[in-house]
């Protein structure tokens, strides 16, 4: 308790201290140890002839100022232009509503999920001509929950975006740099801090100043040509691996980078991997 200096006499320090403490909890005024009454939880001011020898008095200035400090927990605020310390850039963004975060982001055009129609919404005013056989049954339930959107990826105010990432995780071409460069080197710097992603696994840091507050990077096989079984089977795992990743923090929605990957993930749409 900083301020105050307690040398009560062993056996009533315990008791005189719980006196002290349950006052100021139902709002007494500010006091100094003395005789409490049974009725009420005013103080009385008391004579020092009144103290036991060896004691000395709890000062109410210390109280009150005590009383008056700011929460110790309150983070102050983290300029992510210019800090170089992710650790404390992602703590400071986790305790932030979500219109304290849009301060810090990259953009001013995000785009909410309330601006991307589902893929039930959208395929009643889409021109479709109906596949004469179809894999899988129709599921209206799943097409309330899934949409197809041709957006800047680095604009999605969502939960999570899943990048196509080299194994250093340390951004490259394409929209890998893309990522990079609006979330902001503290990116880079968490990234460095996960010592790189093996192909077909998945890893989760901070979006920073992206309107999404993760992202997932995934890391693809790179295919020369026709891609081998176990290319695809490392295919396959990235997006299981992005999804488990998803599912294990509590991430509702999630957008999967499509067409403009990095090289060897082009494949996807041709191979079972992505069903």
């Keep these: 308790m900083p301020g105050v200096l307690m040398t009560l006499p062993g056996r009533r320090l315990s008791g005189a201290l719980g006196q ?3 006052g100021w909890g139902k709002g007494g005024n500010p006091w100094v140890l003395g005789g409490v009454r049974r009725d009420t939880w005013s103080c009385r001011e008391p ?5 036991p020898r ?3 008095q709890l000062v109410s200035r210390a109280f009150r100022s005590w009383a008056a400090a700011p ?10 232009t210019t800090s170089t310390d992710w650790k404390e850039a992602k703590t400071y963004l986790k ?3 979500q219109k304290q975060r849009r301060e810090h982001y990259y953009t001013k055009d995000f785009v909410t999920l309330k601006d991307i129609d589902t893929w039930k919404k959208m395929a009643k005013s889409a021109r479709l001509k109906q596949p004469e056989e179809t894999k ?9 929950k899934i949409s197809l959107v041709r957006r800047d990826i ?8 899943v990048n196509a990432a080299n194994s250093s995780l340390l951004g490259g071409g394409g929209v890998d740099g893309c990522i990079h460069r609006a979330a902001g080197e503290l990116l880079k710097e968490e990234c460095r801090s996960l010592n790189g992603c093996e192909t077909g696994k998945a890893k989760l840091s901070c979006g920073y100043r992206l309107p999404a507050k993760y992202v997932i990077h995934a890391v693809g096989p790179i295919a020369q040509g026709e891609p081998s079984a176990s290319q695809e089977k490392e295919l396959e795992n990235c997006y299981k691996n992005s999804l488990k990743l998803a599912v294990e923090n509590k991430l509702r929605t999630v957008v999967r980078a499509w067409g403009c990957t990095r090289e060897g993930l082009g494949f996807a749409g041709r ?3 992505g069903e």
């Design 54 to 56: 060896g004691t000395v």
């Design 20 to 22: 002290l403490l349950g």
């Design 95 to 97: 305790g932030l509503n």
């Design 136 to 144: 899988f049954p129709k599921d209206n339930h799943l097409n309330e």
């Design 47 to 51: 004579s020092t002839s009144s103290l």
């Design 271 to 273: 191979h079972p991997a």
């Design 71 to 80: 929460p110790l927990g309150m983070a102050a605020k983290v300029d992510l």
């Design 154 to 161: 680095t604009k999605l105010e969502l939960d999570a975006i």
